[in-house]
């Protein structure tokens, strides 16, 4: 466990204690940032692993406000730019504004982002590991083949997605193969359950085939074994909504996701929050306690023209870093080298110079914090929005004559100085929870091939589950998988605490995720890894070749009954947001579809750029 892995000099191989890093005085040898974001790879990302110490503290000086902000907003610096759109947020949605108002009216635009990179919770991160480069996603991964004729497939049109579905890595290692998923999140053949510490078993004991086996040898009562079986293997038929808003939606939104789950089941709650938290609402970051039971249900009605059973999910290997990138080529196209092609879009360095340049159509401003949006005047008739960002230590102002807003919920309540009443209502109905998506570079897994396993679930520790995936055929990469090879294994760790209120969940969670430093996670999870991994002879000090955090403070939007179709009489909370631009401003973000989707993150946008180019033409 003491052996150096990948640039632990950022550490001085100290493990902070205590608190974590947020305590004054305990990380006298290492600076707070660095103890903060640790190692970030190489490549274009290295700079950018999710919500680093310079964007949280740029976020926060934000939140926190005060007479000295104010003073230093009204003194900020005019650039005297005006441009015609303005997209708050250089993710998914911001994209997606900037492509449809270049689409539907054309003019100048700037995307504004507070990150080192474009992309949003789509990004990468990189390791180069025995002369192999391995590319891992940050935070949004997989998509579904798109239906023939769809919203999704002529939006891939528009930003040159040549592809539909992709050709996988074939298997090229001993006899007899293991099935490899697409992703991290599907489930493989070849399974298993581990049960650690917590169920009173030391070693752990492990489960292969859980569901075949039916839960033999799990240290569980007879009892629980029944209510997961009922829950893991049960066709429990029971009526499924066929539209957004249908009768079925609205029932289902009336209730929580563990209410439904106990119905449907026959299930304790103690079962519930014990082995299906946050497996179930682990989409939208908590568990079914807190979330409305029609978030199961959410995407299937909103998207149901797209999917294909044979083919499954689908997923670039940075995830839904290449729409990101297809996207941004599509509006600057200097900004990648060669054609607008999947695959050299994919493998191309970012030409950082090429995005902020005068003179073009579309302009990104990176390592930019938008800190307020204020009509210049009354909102009804004010000629234009300003916009304020810091920069560094200083501020600027930008004049737009239109504004998307399309960062999340939890700073667009903030920036928009003059948000009305009904809208600010509206927002302090959204709730977000953290996630940390941990990438952890193996120099091969063997150790999980000697196991028979694929894929994996525990309960207890950091995350849920993890699995080996066969990357996409895209750009370089390698064209074989075998246990031989190095990969990366993707944790995704969820701070779930069933019984609060789902906004103490959030802060609490928040809480554990930027108070923890990076030494400390990496240790949790080489002893986490050695102790599941053991029975295949895994050892961290060999296998571990590098570990990038990716902290994402408010990674998922919650939604709590009444969330999509309102309750009580009163409208939906997304809707009020969704129906109502505020003068020369519309607002965006998937959160307002209640479902954490690229593609709900494209919808958005697409109708907030309509409703400001119709509000304007009228």
């Known amino acids: 466990m003491r052996e150096p892995i990948s640039r632990r000099d950022f550490l001085d191989g100290i493990l902070l204690t205590g608190a974590g890093l947020l305590v004054p005085g305990r990380a006298p040898t290492t600076s707070p940032a660095d103890a903060f974001n640790g190692y970030g790879g190489i490549g274009d990302y290295r700079h950018s692993n999710g919500n680093t110490w310079d964007v949280l503290s740029a976020g926060h000086t934000l939140r926190d406000g005060g007479g000295a902000f104010e003073q230093r907003i009204a003194a900020a610096s005019d650039t005297g730019e005006m441009y015609d759109l303005v997209a708050v ?186 082995f299906l938290s946050p497996i179930e609402g682990g989409g939208y970051g908590l568990g079914p306690d807190a979330l409305s039971a029609y978030c199961n249900y959410a995407i299937e009605t909103q998207f149901p023209e797209d999917g294909d059973d044979t083919l499954g999910d689908q997923m670039f290997p940075d995830g839904n870093g290449g729409f990101a990138r297809l996207m941004v080529k599509t509006l600057i196209p200097d900004v990648f080298a060669g054609p607008r092609t999947v695959d050299a879009v994919w493998q191309s360095r970012v030409n950082f110079r090429a995005l902020d340049r005068a003179g073009q159509a579309t302009r990104l401003r990176l390592n930019s914090t938008v800190v307020r949006v204020a009509h210049a005047g009354d909102p009804a008739s004010a000629p234009h929005v ?95 998988i075998d246990p031989d090879s190095p990969t990366v294994l993707t944790i995704k760790v969820l701070f779930a605490q069933p019984g609060l209120s789902i906004a103490e969940q959030g802060s609490r969670g928040r809480a554990q995720l930027l108070g923890t430093s990076f030494a400390q996670y990496e240790r949790a999870f080489r002893e986490q890894l050695a102790d599941m991994f053991a029975p295949g002879g895994f050892d961290p000090r060999r296998d571990i070749a590098g570990i990038i955090l990716n902290r994402w403070g408010h990674a998922y939007v919650n939604p709590q009954p009444g969330f999509f179709f309102g309750s009580g009489g009163q409208p939906a909370p997304r809707d009020v947001l969704r129906n109502r631009p505020h003068g020369r401003i519309a607002f965006a973000n998937t959160d307002l579809a209640g479902a954490s989707d690229h593609r709900n993150s494209i919808r958005e946008a697409d109708r907030a750029v309509q409703q400001l180019t119709d509000s304007q033409t009228r």
């Open 89 to 274: 947020g250089g993710g998914i949605s911001g994209l997606a504004a900037a492509i449809f108002f270049q689409k539907y009216k054309g003019g100048r635009c700037l995307v504004i982002d507070n990150h080192p990179i474009f992309g949003g919770e789509a990004k990468r991160n990189e390791f180069l590991v025995d002369g192999q480069r391995l590319t891992a996603h940050q935070g949004s991964a997989i998509f579904l083949v798109p239906g023939k004729g769809g919203y999704t497939e002529r939006f891939y049109e528009m930003i040159g997605m040549d592809r539909s579905a992709f050709a996988y890595q074939t298997w090229r290692g001993p006899s007899p193969e293991l099935p490899l998923a697409h992703s991290p999140y599907a489930t493989p053949q070849n399974y298993g359950f581990y049960f650690g510490p917590q169920f009173g078993q030391r070693p752990g004991v492990w489960v292969m085939d859980p569901w075949g086996r039916k839960l033999d040898g799990a240290p569980i009562s007879e009892t629980t074994r029944a209510e997961l079986l009922r829950w893991g293997t049960g066709r429990v038929e029971a009526p499924r909504p066929q539209t957004e808003g249908d009768a079925v939606s609205r029932q289902l939104d009336s209730m929580t996701l563990e209410e439904h789950l106990m119905a449907r089941y026959g299930i304790s709650r103690e079962t519930v929050r014990t």
């Open 386 to 480: 300003v916009v304020t960002y810091a920069q560094g230590n200083r501020l600027y102002n930008v004049s737009a004559r239109s504004v998307v807003v399309a960062g999340g919920s939890w700073t667009a309540k903030h920036i928009v100085h003059d948000l009305p009443a009904t809208h600010r209502d509206a927002y302090a109905q959204f709730y977000r929870s953290p996630c940390l998506m941990a990438n952890i570079a193996v120099r091969n897994w063997r150790f999980l091939y000697k196991m028979g396993l694929s894929g994996c679930r525990w309960f207890g520790g950091l995350g849920d589950y993890l699995s080996v995936r066969k990357m996409a055929l895209v750009g370089n990469e390698p064209r074989t």
